[in-house]
């Protein structure tokens, strides 16, 4: 599993775009990356998923440059909903016998009024 | 709501008492995962079942030992426990597939366990 990083915590206004980097440096041909939210005292929720360029959701954008060792979240005008944990994880995927999920430290984003 | 359900939501127990911990997924899932979370800490994976194999964390004391009768169900038995172990357990669920790789699971409310 590639090691990520990520900015400890980050502070915004509401109505801003919010942009949270993570660096993977080693990540593998296979890996793919994906980003969780978590609320306090709640489990993580996936938010999205890309392997390369760009992917858009409801909820999100992923930026991934071509070479992949970093990748942005970005959150369209947030909100103080929008108050949370973020994750990043890289990899690829579940293996028999080899699962290795590691959540990390995480991004703990504050929404300011 | 994810689909995946846990039961009971808060539990206290004392360090001689044995409880288990109860996760249902609804959305025909290959494997489970139990997640253990502490407070100001990273989620630490403790347990996979996956397609009925079960890969484990050597780092999880015997104390903590899981169930996986089914792909829909998995139990987390408790026995022993220190007041440390005090967490929130989550459970989670995703589905294996071998042409797509994926880390997308989906999680429970999780089980705030309370050990005095």
């Known amino acids: 599993l590639a090691k990520t990083t990520q900015p400890i915590s980050m502070d915004s206004y509401e109505g801003q775009e919010v942009n949270i980097t993570c660096s993977h440096n080693n990540i593998a041909t296979n890996d793919y990356i994906t980003w969780y939210q978590q609320f306090p005292s709640q489990g993580p929720r996936f938010i999205i998923q890309?392997?390369?360029t760009k992917v858009t959701n409801e909820v999100a954008s992923l930026f991934i440059p071509a070479d992949r060792k970093s990748s942005t979240l970005s959150l369209p005008r947030v909100s103080l909903s929008d108050t949370a944990v973020y994750y990043c994880?890289?990899?690829?995927?579940?293996?028999?016998?080899?699962?290795?999920?590691?959540f990390g430290t995480g991004t703990r984003l504050t929404i300011i009024p | 709501e994810t689909g995946v359900t846990q039961t009971p939501r808060h539990l206290v127990m004392g360090m001689t008492n044995k409880k288990s911990l109860k996760c249902e997924q609804h959305?025909?899932?290959?494997?489970m995962y139990w997640y253990k979370q502490s407070a100001k800490k990273p989620l630490e994976l403790m347990f996979v079942?996956?397609?009925?194999?079960?890969?484990e964390n050597n780092s999880v004391p015997s104390r903590f030992s899981p169930e996986c009768p089914n792909s829909s169900h998995l139990f987390l038995h408790l026995h022993t426990l220190q007041p440390e172990d005090s967490a929130l357990y989550l459970c989670a669920s995703s589905q294996v597939l071998f042409r797509d790789n994926s880390y997308e699971q989906y999680f429970g409310p999780g089980t705030r366990l309370t050990v005095t």
């Open positions: 890309g392997y390369k």
């Open positions: 959305l025909g899932h290959n494997a």
């Open positions: 994880l890289v990899g690829d995927g579940p293996n028999f016998g080899n699962e290795k999920l590691t």
């Open positions: 079942y996956s397609l009925e194999e079960r890969v």
